[in-house]
């Protein structure tokens, strides 16, 4: 029993991670219809900031040993502006010019994004992976056999809050309005008054955010930052947003939880290797059911 | 972003040219002269080939090569220009080294994937990321059938060429398998399960060994695919006596498979079954209210698309006589992808120019460096070589979003869609 | 009929015609000697003429005879196919910086200089090829490496079409010596005696019975923890269980979990260090108090960093080391004065590779009347397959016929274990 608890925590921290990031591929598929492949070196991107950051606060000060929630809080802060950052800028130089291009455009140019940063990456750290100084307490909590890291714990109630602040962004605030409303219906929505530009580049951004701080939680919970580490975990919570209805927010987040929990407890039966297997078969058994996911809307195209 | 591009507009390189050629054509001389210069690089790309400096001739008969059947591939409606491309690619190799050889078997390899993947994506609009499979489906078949039981095979002997239609065979059902439970999914959702069944099929090879799942019960020794070790010794193919050992000779396998791939592609493309494509490409729910039977045409589209990915995956093993799941991974796909796209959609000619360009370039680049004045860039191209290539993806898409060498069809909806725009950015 | 069909009438002509042209174009040729060099410098001899006739199943076109020339004033150059990109460049940077180091060191053979030529080969099928069709194409003499397993298997296709003699410092798996290629030699231990030594240091020393085996699913990984598997049960010891980890992935929760389940005295893990570190990172914060035992893959202090502390007490195996350690001391000191580093895992291994094919080159090599080097492959690989009882810095080298190298008196398997943050030995 405990072993189960044990696997069910270790899947909600995974399936903390894919939901973030499926956040984010959830909200910017909703309003350009267009999956950014490159989200996932989004994460990757914060994940580093947060270790230069807390390296940087290692090397040149004590703060990490004296205030180590000012200093985390930072690195989170600055992870969030670059990961920002950087998708603006993705969004205008890669995928505002296709605006208007067939379909698989934009997706080669996220594709090109998603190479182009984790290579740049990959020169600059010269592949060497980067480990994150002790600055979270790597103090364990122990519930019976079951252990769980504080800073895993951070990780999940972390990515609760990401869901709650965004679902009250996107329902209960003008500019969740305005993304909603372009998600329904671009030309419409500027017909309505809508900044339609200003709005998509507020998709990017509020993905972005998230992605960016998962990665720098993540980061501190793995204590290692590494160019490649932004891929995978892409794809899957692109799987998870798929699954939960892409287009759907709490869909994203279900989907996120869903994957992760069953990932962790197919490794007990199946082994690790076969974790991806479950990962998609699962994908294909959801959508031959409900083609639109599990929370998606219908797309009822009759009438 | 656009108030660039219209300022650039007059010197931009489709606008030189015109200009220029609309002078030159004034002249019967200079008529002439515009419309047999491409077959003057022909010559000019042998001579470069031949008789270039050792350690400039890779790069010098590479450019000219791809310079060279840019315009002979733009200008693919005249026979001749077709029939002296293919001899240029077929003569070429004889003077190339080693390493060059090698490049030129790859992008030969991947065009024909590429015409394969072109099937799909181009012709029948599905987005398959997962085509990887396909190859993996006829390499292993090969591999698993010919290779000698320590190197991992069943060593059952059967020739190369019966392997080849086996393959074909193996890799249409594994299309139709993959085609069925996707039949209702559209866009970016069927890209993302065809992702995951290229993941997924990799994942089986790697794990069914001799502790796999299935792969216990099969054979104690290697179980079905000898997991992450690989199966080798693979044994080179024969024809009429000669071995076919080298990746020059296993050149022209490749060469004859894509000239009838790109052959079939095009018969196929206008004949009804491709007629069927467009019209679900184009509207998949109007084309099946006028009739057309989606369901057949995307399983035929998988099918025939997969196969072609089988024979490449044989030819592949046999070249490299081993094989291993990691051979088989995400980027195979995405790279056959971007080469189609980049290359131009629906087009065969854009798939061989893009093969060139993705597959070619970057290995040719491998010890490129730039050693000016106080730039010292040494090894650029080979540490820099896949940060350059994802920039030139971006590049290459923001630029000309319809690709390299769009179809004339797309040619048109472009200008059509760049029109529209242009009347309501004013 | 449209416009499509009306212009496809020569279509059936023109497959026909350019069918045609390639076939003469390959039959006339020569179907198959196409000739690899520009200028004369080497002649790669070894291909197979058509005359020559079909090889048998088991050995592809394997090349015989050749000789290299290398003009007066030109250098000797020595190929070095190592992986310089992803992560396990970590391991491949090393590598290359060894045998560069031992090339400089001897600097020059019969008064022609020696120079190095590094090459990326990915850790991949194709990127060993590829870097094996450069290095040809450069005409060095010899190479060393290819670094991986699985590379290594590829790209002795290529090389022993050119009868090239390939020495290899770290392509440990069991199957790169299955194929029987004559000129391939490799100065690491195969997998099978590594993994047995492992097991044996881990039944009789440490006196573990119950282990649990985790491999990263690569031709390494889990080629050495089969054979650890099957030795440690010879022995007399338990297998509780065999698990996989992805490479790549941060996070090994369920499988840490399930080791847990598993209880046993000792982890062994088969992979390199990214994952190795993690492993052992999350066992230990997951209660697990089982002994920690890798391989080479992850012999390097960077292993020890990246687990944070948690790599306290683990033990890794290392391959073969002198009892002896003069030779070994010399090239670590030099080592550590030309780059300022520690000498990495493969290190001494590589050394040894390059100083071994250097010497038979100076063997076998003579000097023609034009003042060429003239060196006769067949020749240059007897050299060095008569190896034997060389003393090297990774200890007493002695080759079998199918190239591996065998277990010599006064060569022990070295074992180090992590104390305060640093590798030492213990064995």
Redesign the interface.
Known sequence: MQEYVQLLIDGLTIGGVYAVIALGYTLV?GVL?M?NFAHGELFMMGAFTGYYTLDGFQRHSNLNDTVPVLTIATAILLGMVVAVVLAILME???Y???R??????????A??????????M??VTNAQGKVYPRVFPRTVLELGEVRVLYVQIFLIVLSFLFLALLYLFIERTKVGMAIRAVAEDRSTAALMGVNVDRTIVLTFVSGAALAGAAGVVYGMYVTTATSGMGFIPG?KA??AA?LGG?GSVPGAMLGGYFLGISESLSTKW?GA??K??V???L??VV??FR?WGLLGKRED?RA | ??KLREALAPWSPSRLRERAESRLRRTAAGTAVLNNAPYALLPLAAIAAGLAP?HL?IRWAFATIIAASYFILRSS?D?FA??VL??ML??L??K????????LF?VALYAMLGIGLNIV?GYAGL?DLGYVAFFAVGAYAFALL?A?V???GFDV?TSFWIVLPMAMVLAALAGVLLGI??L??R???L???T???G??VR??I??E?Q?G?IGKHVNSTHGITN????V??I??P??F?????????MY?VV??GC??AA?AA??I??SRVGRAWEAIREDE?VAAAMGVNTTRYKLLAFAIGASIGGIGGVIFAAK?????P??FNLDVS?NV??LV??GG?GNVRGVVLGSFLLIGLP?VL?DFSINISFINLDNLG???R??I???????V??LR??GLLPSRR?QAEFEQ?RAI?AERAT | M?T??R??W??AP??A???A??AT??LA?G??T??????ATAS?GG??T?A????T??T??AGAGGTITIKKGDSIKIGISTT??TDNAQLGIPIRDSALLAIKQKATIKGFKVEGDPQ?DLC???GS??AA??L??DKVVAVVGPMC??GT??AL??YS?QNMLVVSSSAT?P?VT??GKKDFFRTAWNDATQGAEMAKYAYTTLGKKNAVLVND???Y???LMDVFKTAFAAAGGKVAG?E?VTVGDKDFGPTVTKIKGESPDLVVFGGFIAEGAILVRQLSEAGVTATFMGADGIADQKYIDQAGGKAEGSYVSRGPTPNDQTEYKKFADAFKAEYGKDLGQFGEQTADAANIIMAAIEKVATTNAGGDLVIDKDALIAAVKATSNYSGASGIITFDAKGDRIVTAGTVNRIDQVKSGKLERVQ
């Open positions: 598929y219809r999956i205008r130089i890669a505002r010019p296709l208007h291009a067939p379909r698989l455009a934009p997706l080669i140019s594709i090109g994004v998603s190479i182009l940063l984790r290579n740049i990959l020169r794809i692109f799987t798929v892409i199946l290797q076969y991806d297997v990962a998609f078969v994908l294909v959508l031959i083609p195209k | 972003m656009n050792e001739s409606r026979l077709m029939v293919g001899a077929a003569y190799p004889q190339m080294d080693r390493f060059e050889q090698g490049i790859d994506v987005l010919s000698p320590y190197g991992g002997g439970p996707v209702r999914l866009g970016d959702y890209a993302i399960v992702l995951g069944f993941e997924i994942i089986m790697n794990n060994n502790t799942l997991g992450p070790v690989g080798f010794s044994p080179k024969h024809f006596g000669i071995d076919l050992a080298t990746p020059h000779e022209y060469l004859v000239l009838l052959f095009e018969r493309r206008i729910d490299q006589s081993a094989v291993f990691s051979d995405i992808l971007a796209i980049i959609m290995d491998r080979a540490d820099y896949l940060v290539f994802g920039a030139a993806l971006v590049a898409m923001v979003p319809e797309r869609v725009e | 449209s499509d069909q212009r496809g020569f279509r023109l497959l015609g350019m069918l042209v390639v174009l390959a040729c179907g198959g196409s000739s690899s060099d520009k200028t790669a291909k197979t058509p020559a006739g079909k090889t199943a088991a592809s076109a310089l990109s990326d991949s099928g194709p090829v590829a069709q450069k040809i194409a397993s699985g298997v590829a296709d290529p079409q798996n199957s299955a194929q699913q690569s031709t990984g889990k080629g065999e996989q």
